[in-house]
């Protein structure tokens, strides 16, 4: 009986991984609610509620490694605990039954307010909010008996990527010419994650046993600042830089007592305020791969933008 890679979600990570695993002649079967997703010959796309787990044994059924990419339904950590883990906790269960390996996107909030580089072995200690969320998804996974690999990237950029600070907050500005605001300093060196080097990089542990069981980094650029990653975005496009302009965090923290959705957005506000930087060189290390350069990422992030604009067009 052939086997198959099921994939949880099919937002800019769950997408990127169906595709890259699809693109290799692997069969992929692709779970989400509305049974949306990337066509190709290879995928899948089934309609299934993975937080339901009398939906997950067909489901699941001949799978090796089930990547889990699914999103809460809002971003609010009372939504995220009361979402998340359950579901995380079904498919564990589910996975296990069926002998596979599960594979997390994993964020950079358990590591909380951090004051140096983050490397894999930075206490991962956050307990408030939806840092303390992510804490408690990598509590409920060490504490499974089926095997989980959780590879942690900073902040998405990269072809699909549209909610993200460097999605549509901010390359169609560049585009157009506007003045691109950004969070807290632009002149902070931050970490950018480019989505395909995450996805490579959890394809690759899933298929690796002797990785299994561990926390990685996905490979990662070294960090440049938002004004930086604008001026690229500029060049890559062949368009005049804008101005650069900031929105203080403190400024987000004081709308965020009126508004609890700006309060949220307000909680991670730290890592633009000073310098948020994730080392990910023990991982690639670990993994055999490198990151993807950033001039290059951004000039590939650049020409799906431009190929996005001109079908809607």
Same mark, same amino acid.
């Given at each position: %009986? ?6 949880? /979600? ?49 489901? #699941? $059924? ?17 939504? *995220? ?74 902040? #998405? ?9 460097? /999605? ?8 157009? /010419? ?20 995450? $996805? ?14 561990? #926390? ?15 001026? %690229? ?31 949220? %957005?307000?909680?991670?506000?730290? %890592? #633009? ?23 290059? /990422? ?5 020409? *799906? *933008? ?8």
């Amino acid at each position: %009986m052939s086997t198959v890679h099921v994939v949880t /979600g099919a937002g800019p990570v769950g997408s990127t991984v169906a595709l890259q695993l699809a693109d290799a002649g692997q069969r992929v079967r692709l779970l989400t609610r509305s049974g949306s997703g990337p066509v190709h010959p290879l995928v899948e796309r089934h309609r299934v509620d993975v937080s339901r787990p009398e939906e997950l044994g067909d489901a #699941f $059924a001949g799978a090796v490694a089930v990547h889990h990419c699914i999103h809460g339904s809002a971003y609010d950590a009372r939504v *995220w605990r009361a979402e998340l883990l359950r579901a995380e906790r079904v498919v564990l269960e589910a996975a296990g039954r069926v002998g596979a390996v599960v594979v997390f996107p994993e964020s950079l909030y358990a590591y909380g307010p951090v004051t140096e580089v983050i490397t894999e072995v930075t206490p991962r200690t956050a307990r408030t909010g939806k840092l303390g969320v992510r804490t408690e998804l990598l509590a409920q996974r060490d504490a499974s008996p089926t095997p989980t690999v959780s590879v942690a990237a900073s902040d #998405f950029y990269g072809p699909l990527v549209r909610n993200a600070h460097a /999605g549509e907050r901010m390359v169609p500005t560049v585009l157009a /010419g506007r003045t691109m605001r950004v969070l807290g300093s632009p002149d902070q060196p931050h970490s950018f994650t480019y989505v395909p080097d995450l $996805a490579a990089a959890m394809i690759t542990a899933a298929a690796r046993e002797d990785l299994w069981d561990s #926390f990685l980094h996905a490979p990662t650029a070294p960090a440049p600042t938002q004004r930086r990653l604008v001026e %690229m975005v500029a060049e890559a496009a062949g368009v005049r830089t804008p101005r650069v302009a900031s929105v203080p965090v403190p400024v987000l923290g004081a709308a965020g007592l009126l508004s609890r959705r700006v309060r949220e %957005m307000a909680e991670t506000g730290y %890592m #633009f305020a000073r310098p948020f930087v994730m080392d990910s060189t023990a991982s690639e290390r670990r993994l055999g791969l490198a990151p993807t350069p950033l001039a290059e /990422g951004v000039a590939r992030t650049v020409a *799906w *933008w431009r190929e996005e604009q001109h079908a809607a067009a």
